[in-house]
């Protein structure tokens, strides 16, 4: 079980430019889940879904983000255009779908705007 | 928004001793999870206990949920310096699905 895979672990982007992240979630995993981490505000959802169809955006900080699972072995999240603001750990986990299902992390992607 | 707060924020301690930290969360809830993050690493998880349940043993953890008073412990006993890291807990909330809401962390420092 190779967990869950974040590409890539760091992305250096000016402000402007469009930014993707992906993650390749368990195999046999049903949800697939996207949080931000910063200092100020912590872990942040912002968005979720069950077999490959979103559940909940409403965490999406506005329309310069979107993500897509267009199968169950793969999701993007893409931030276009960048701003600085927007710079923080990205992390992607996954998990059985269950509401008492742990959730397995990716080691994240820290992104950086300039 | 934040579901879960850890307290305290930061918390230091010398290798042997035992570490607690607290939760406290706002909603009605179906279970509620500990999760460590290493620096640089994605969250792991430790332990889930159910709303049903008041204590769970795993190891060296100890976790305690009074759901009266919306709150729940970690105890780690005989720390160890390669306990140091972040610990979130994170609950669902049972009106609003599946996905978990984590509050900010306490971090622990273990010295040997």
């Known amino acids: 079980d190779a967990g869950v895979i974040q590409s890539p672990r760091h992305e250096v982007t000016e402000m402007g430019q469009e930014v993707t992240l992906r993650c390749k979630p368990i195999?046999?995993?049903?949800?697939l889940f996207w949080y931000r981490q910063t200092m100020m505000r912590g872990l942040e959802l912002l968005i979720y879904?069950?077999?490959?169809?979103?559940?909940?955006d409403s965490g999406m900080p506005e329309d310069r983000f979107s993500a897509k699972m267009p199968n169950a072995s793969f999701s993007t999240l893409k931030i276009q255009p960048s701003e600085p603001r927007d710079s923080a750990v990205y992390f992607c986990?996954?998990?059985?779908?269950?509401?008492?299902?742990?959730?397995?992390f990716g080691n994240g992607t820290r992104l950086t705007v300039t | 928004s934040q579901q879960g707060e850890e307290d305290p924020q930061a918390l230091s301690i010398q290798e042997g001793e035992n570490a607690t930290m607290n939760c406290s969360y706002k909603?009605?809830?179906?279970?509620l999870q500990w999760y460590r993050q290493n620096s640089g690493r994605g969250l792991v998880h430790l332990i889930l206990?159910?709303?049903?349940?008041r204590e769970k043993h795993s190891g060296r953890l100890r976790v305690t949920l009074d759901t009266s008073k919306k709150s729940s412990s970690l105890l780690i006993t005989a720390s160890r310096a390669a306990d140091t890291a972040s610990y979130f807990c994170?609950?669902?909330?049972?009106?609003?699905?599946?996905?978990?809401?984590f509050g900010k962390g306490t971090t622990l420092s273990v010295s040997s």
């Open positions: 879904f069950n077999n490959n169809v979103p559940i909940d």
């Open positions: 994170a609950t669902d909330d049972n009106q609003a699905g599946t996905a978990l809401i």
């Open positions: 195999s046999g995993h049903n949800s």
């Open positions: 986990a996954s998990s059985l779908l269950s509401g008492a299902a742990p959730l397995h």
């Open positions: 206990i159910r709303s049903n349940e």
């Open positions: 909603t009605s809830i179906n279970n």
